[in-house]
């Protein structure tokens, strides 16, 4: 893993691609790798949808190991969607091929002249890069399809649905599973639209022959890795709840707390929840044939994913994560699980985030395009974005787009990019993030929900603004660093209540490395990042006004707490004061 | 005109209104009284659409008096499409009645808590404000003859069409003209938008019962008012051009220059412009019965607007004006100038902004939504807007909006309004007014065109940045001066000329109001309130990234010249070094 490989879509010419020593980039991975490429190649200013824009896609520092719960990739580019840097992230099996067949980072440069559409293969023997018109606007699932015929079932693909190709700002890349479905999806920021202005539909990844990578110190690796993964097993978070009921065990957590966004952030508690929560979604779920517990790539030991049937018994789609089940459900008035499951599909099919398309449609029935809690008329409007309709391309854009066409005022984004599932005046520390995160509204770049609803590393009162800034920017550099290494967020639930759990992942990565790297280091990695993202976004246009929240959640009062993000502006500019 | 008249729309209870002092902002009027209301009272980081914006409309210093060239007004708020302040400029009847009735001032505030629709009526005997179902989304044309019926013939009216109600970031507020017709518009910004947020559909003002202000020293005002008006009969541009064939003088001289953007900023010369240009125009006007020359409010002396008949000899609209010729013809490929009428007649009609419009048009044209050229397509695409589809919502929210939609990279915006009718390549003095000025891309904001082409005070060599900078910033400064005090901008040909005609205006303004200003002076105040406009957009977020043209007028070569926009960002950023 010590190449970089560059593919070139022009314009001059045919796209090309060459392998080049990872050089400067030594010692970064995941996140670390994708900021550091962006921040330093790609022009701030450039229009996302630019020749000058990168995409660049890379496995973490343990990616391809046999290290648990390292199978993360990271995806980074300018955003379409907030103008700023962008770090999206999924799981799926792609990460682990890359990282075996040597790469630290495929990035995409460059733009083709014409409106083509690419197949790009990735194997052991080269890299082989194929224009094909039958390509055009087909959804994820059926590009994957054709991939499989033509390459057989030992790949991996990376590839996007007709949001991407129409270069829409919710566009996601899609990143298949176990199963090899178009399932995990690194969604945020409109990166999907990158990909498509670049005119590449599907990356293929082969990586047979290749073998695992290894550890500088085999025994030091495994002996750490066993501690780690007893570590997630022992946490009543890893090693219970995400795997009894994945993700989704939220919805009654935070609904109980009163930090539920109900009906586009109106209230904070949503009177269908239990329809809807993980406990329901278990249970239908196994009644109907399906998997609750299952990880999306090899490696995960908390196995949090899982896969949905239909009412006939037949697939669907994943289990509708967390996420998705609050934007497509609680966020629009929606009860209903197969109506959710529905638009999870409709949207891994077309490639869309479904954080941004929910709070989209719940901004939609603001403007009265629909009724709140009207299914059908959400899977409509869903449809026509996959149609690329008027309507569809303005949903497809996003939530501020939308509520800037409809005159919408209140829209629940930060940067433009829409808000997750956590109230930020009932979790206030996830308003910290939100409102300063590089990324935009991003609850996974600082998850204060720990302290603040679940009692995971400490206890800090959601409702009030004390303590809320250290949180959220501890969090944050932490974060930076999970990313890095490529493992699932999932851990820090565990590495954050046991220190031994932390410093065993210390262990994995220095053993595996031959590093000596302190917890010191570790946030100090995380600073890294982080400053180097700010540093983009500043050069980019971005000022601490544009860490902020929207006014109304400053001044509407949330029920049943009554109450307003109280968290000053001077307190959001002291999140990044060290860096 | 010592009062100030706020008319707060709510949402706590019916709409009401007070009178007060002008107090502190005694001495302002106009662009400088607007930008020092909104600076001061309207936070900057509000919602353009919410109830802390409020609209000001002003007259000028010298509105209702017997100067000439007096009656242009100035509507002021944050604009829902920058998200800056904004100052829009519009003649038409209007200011010099509500000059004449005492107000320096009337500012909408707040918004109502339900969706209605006002008339507000403002006379010698107070003010009126009735809900008005009726009214909802009628267009400026039918919204004008019903008030006409209800309050007969003297009346001038204030008004928004079906795009304003819409808040669509294109949306005018239209203002009566002489024949009581609403064809004169303060367009830029999405103005319209924020009178439509506040439910206000129409403001009629009757100032029977009044007189004409008069002056501190009569006899120095009507000397001065002499001496102005015998400098702008003797200069070539406001005693012949502009009269004899509007400001659509200006196609043959600008398309000659290279610098006439066509096919959305593809190529600066069009070989369709004789067909379009201010000579062929007069032609037709004469031949079918309109009417050339034509004063757009009472006291103007330049008399550049006109009367557009149709083929039958029927009035359709007012002489569709340099820009709007440009942004409809050109700039698409169109020829017609019947079609481009009867563009400016929708426009008009629906209330909004013809150079957002017909650069929009330019950029769906590049997104393959019609073919450059096709007028049919055009005029099918405007009325979109008016009956408020998702494709019209998303045009009538303007060019960058609509690029963003369709994933177009070539959008001609700065500040995300659309450029007007000059390419900053071949015109780098307007190219260096567009990126600086605090309204986003206005050509009116510092005209820079007069010494790029028209050797009109002093001689810039449009292609290269030497001298662009100063050039544009005297102008800026200048012109900041004449929309306070309530003038033409046209005035600007002949004071920069002829050192006589600037004197009167001075002297107009000092006999006027009893003041001694010198020449210093006058600049003083163009910087003062520059300065409060770069201070409100420093403090919603802007920054010097701001202040910039999109890249491709760096990199992208426009025929006929061969020429770049080639002024540097470091002098960019030197524009308002002295503030």
Redo the contacts between chains.
Sequence with gaps: MDKILRINMGPGGEPAYKTEPIGDFAGLGGRGLTSAIVSKEVPP???A??EENKLVIAPGLLGGTTGAMTGRVSVGCKS?LTGGIKEANAGGQPAQMIARLGYAAVVLEGKPAEDKSYKIRISADGVEITSDPGLKMKGNYDVVDQMKQEYGDKIACISIGQAGE????SATVAFTNMEQRPARHAARGGIG?VM??KGVKVIVIDDSGTSMRSAKDPEKFKTANRAFVAGLKKHPVTGEGLPAYGTNVLTNVVNEAGGYPTFNFKTGRFAGAASISGETQAEMMKSRGGQVTHGCHRGCVIRCSGIWHDKDGHYLTKQPEYETVWAHGGNCGIDDLDVIATLDRLDDDYGIDTIEMGATIGVAMDAGLAEFGDGEAAINLVKEVGKG???G??LG?GAA?TG????V?RVPVVKNQAMPAYDPRAVQGIGVTYATSPMGADHTAGYSVTANLLGVGGTVDPLAPAGQIELSRNLQYATAVIDSVGMCLFVAFATLDQPETFQAMIDMVNSFHGLALTADDVVGLGKKVTKMERDFNA???F?K??D?L??YFKKEALEPHNVTFSVTDEELDSVFQDL
Excluded at 166 to 169: N, T, W, Y
Aim: hydrophobic share 30%.
């Design positions: 200013t450039c229009h949808l630019g379409p129409m270069k829409l700002s639209a498509g202005s309709t008027p309507l391309r303005i854009s787009v800037k066409v409809f005159g005022e050069r980019a246009g000022t006004n544009d902020r929207p006014d």
